[in-house]
C-alpha cells in the first residue's frame, strides 16, 4: 500500500447538510457525538495501511483544517501525512474547483510529484467500513486501468441510484443514471459474478457506484489532461472512459450510508443505538475509527432515566430523561428536561460554575439544555443555548422553515437548532 496516494473529495459548498454546514465544511460535521464525517474514510485508509492521505475542500475550511491538525501526526520517521487542499485560484486557473475530477485536475501537479501507482479517490461524507487493500489487490488482479467499488441495489430502490452494467468478466459496459422502466430492467446484472451468492444476486440484481474509484497513476493523469471540460468522475470522466479503457467493478457487500443530506444524516445518527447490533459499529478494536483526543473526564449522571441512547465524554447530566439519543461531548442537561430521538452534539467547552451562575443572575442562558425543557425528533448543533421550559417538538408538524433569525431550521420534519444559537426561556418550536 506504499504506492497507493488517498485522495478525499470534501464536496461541494454542502447545502443539502444546511445549517450544519452554516460554519463548517462537510467533512468537519460531527457525527456519533465524537466523532467528524472525516474521520471514517481518513480512518478507513490508516487500518488499511494508506498513510499519505489528502483532503480536497473549498468551504468554510478553518475547522476541518484545524481538527485534521490536531488528530492526524504521523512519525517523523514515515512519509505518512493527512493534509487539506483547499481551492485555491492561481494563474493558470482563476476558477474554484468545478466538479470532482476538477478538483484533482486543480492540484495533479502537486499529486505528479508522489511515486505512487494508484491514485485512490474517496468521498468525505459516507458512513461505511472498508479495507482498501481488498479494493486495491481487486484492481491489480484484473489490470484495470480503473476500480470502481459498487454496492448491490434491490430493484425496489434502484431508481435512486446511478446504475451500471457489467459483463462476464465484471467489466463495466454501460452505465444509467436513475433508470426507470424498461430502461431499469436494461441494467439488471448477474450480481454473482462479483461474489453475492444465488439468493442474494436474485434479489439484488441492480449495482449501484458508492463513488469511491482506483484509478491507475497514468490513466487519471492522461484523463484529466485531455478532457478539461470534463469536471465530474461520475458524471463524465469513468462513463467516457469505459469504452476505451479497462473500468472494473469491486463489490462492497457491508454497510454503506450516504449521508449528505440532513435526514440521512439523522437517521444514521440514531441508528447506532439500535439494539443488539447497530448496521454500523464505532466498537471494533480490528478496525477503529479514530478522532481527536481531549482528555475529557467521564460523563456524570445524576438520578437520570437513560434508554438505547449514546452518551459522550464530559457530559453532566441531572435528574432528566434521555430515550433514543445521542448526546456528544461537553452535553449539559438540566432536571426535568425530556429528550427523545434526537441529536445532540455538546460544546466546544465548559462553562465553570461561576460563569453559570452569573450568566443566570444577569438573565442570560448558559451553554446546554435548561431545565424542565421537551426536545423531540431535533438536531442541536454545538454551544447552543437553550432555555428553560422550552418545547422544541415541531407542535404543527412542518416540513421545511427557514427561521435563521430565530436560531433553527426544519428539514424533512427534523428542527435543526443552528451553532451558537439562543433559544429563549419558555420557547416552543
Not at 434479489?203 to 482506483?214: D, E, F, N, R, T
Request: glycine share 8%.
Amino acid at each position: 500500500m506504499k504506492k497507493v496516494l488517498a485522495i478525499i473529495l470534501g464536496g461541494g459548498a454542502g447545502t443539502r447538510l444546511y445549517p450544519l454546514t452554516k460554519l463548517r465544511a462537510k467533512p468537519a460535521v460531527p457525527v456519533a457525538g465524537k466523532y467528524r464525517l472525516i474521520d471514517i474514510p481518513v480512518s478507513n485508509c490508516i487500518n488499511s495501511e494508506i498513510f499519505k492521505i489528502y483532503v480536497l475542500t473549498q468551504f468554510n475550511s478553518a475547522s476541518l483544517n484545524r481538527h485534521i491538525a490536531r488528530t492526524y501526526n504521523f512519525s517523523g520517521f514515515s512519509e505518512g501525512f493527512v493534509e487539506v487542499l483547499a481551492a485555491q485560484q492561481t494563474p493558470e486557473n482563476p476558477n474554484w474547483f468545478q466538479g470532482t475530477a476538477d478538483a484533482v485536475r486543480q492540484y495533479i501537479w502537486l499529486l505528479e510529484e508522489w511515486d505512487a501507482e494508484e491514485y485512490l479517490i474517496l468521498s468525505g461524507d459516507h458512513l461505511y467500513r472498508m479495507d482498501y487493500r481488498e479494493f486495491v489487490q481487486r484492481h491489480r488482479e484484473t489490470g484495470a486501468d480503473i476500480t470502481l467499488s459498487v454496492i448491490p441495489i434491490d430493484e425496489r430502490r434502484a431508481s435512486d441510484f446511478g446504475l451500471m452494467k457489467i459483463d462476464d468478466s465484471g467489466r463495466v459496459v454501460d452505465f444509467s443514471e436513475k433508470p426507470k422502466g424498461d430502461a431499469l430492467k436494461a441494467m439488471r446484472v448477474d450480481t454473482s459474478i462479483l461474489g453475492l451468492n444465488a439468493e442474494q444476486a436474485k434479489l439484488q440484481p441492480y449495482i449501484a457506484s458508492m463513488g469511491i474509484y482506483v484509478f491507475k497513476r497514468d490513466v487519471l493523469i492522461k484523463l484529466l489532461k485531455e478532457s478539461i471540460e470534463r469536471t465530474d468522475f461520475g458524471k463524465e470522466i469513468i462513463p467516457d472512459s469505459a469504452k476505451d479503457h479497462n473500468v472494473q467493478a469491486y463489490l462492497f457487500d457491508g454497510y454503506w450510508e450516504d449521508i449528505g443530506t440532513i435526514e440521512a444524516f439523522y437517521e444514521a445518527n440514531l441508528a447506532l443505538t439500535h439494539q443488539p447490533v447497530p448496521p454500523f459499529s464505532f466498537y471494533d478494536e480490528h478496525a477503529p475509527i479514530y478522532t481527536r483526543a481531549r482528555y475529557l473526564p467521564p460523563s456524570k449522571l445524576q438520578d437520570c432515566q437513560i434508554r438505547q441512547s449514546m452518551i459522550g465524554e464530559g457530559c453532566i447530566l441531572k435528574n432528566c430523561r434521555i430515550e433514543h439519543s445521542v448526546l456528544g461531548v461537553r452535553s449539559r442537561v438540566e432536571s426535568g428536561t425530556i429528550i427523545e430521538d434526537s441529536l445532540l452534539m455538546g460544546a466546544d467547552f465548559y462553562q465553570d460554575s461561576v460563569e453559570r451562575h452569573c450568566s443566570v443572575e444577569k438573565g442570560d442562558i448558559p451553554v446546554g439544555i435548561g431545565t424542565d425543557s421537551i426536545i423531540r425528533r431535533a438536531i442541536i448543533d454545538k454551544n447552543a443555548q437553550i432555555g428553560h421550559g422550552v418545547k422544541i417538538i415541531n407542535k404543527d408538524n412542518v416540513q421545511e422553515a427557514e427561521r435563521e433569525g430565530q436560531g433553527f431550521y426544519i428539514r424533512s420534519g427534523i428542527i435543526v437548532v443552528l451553532k451558537n444559537a439562543v433559544i429563549p426561556h419558555g420557547t416552543v418550536i
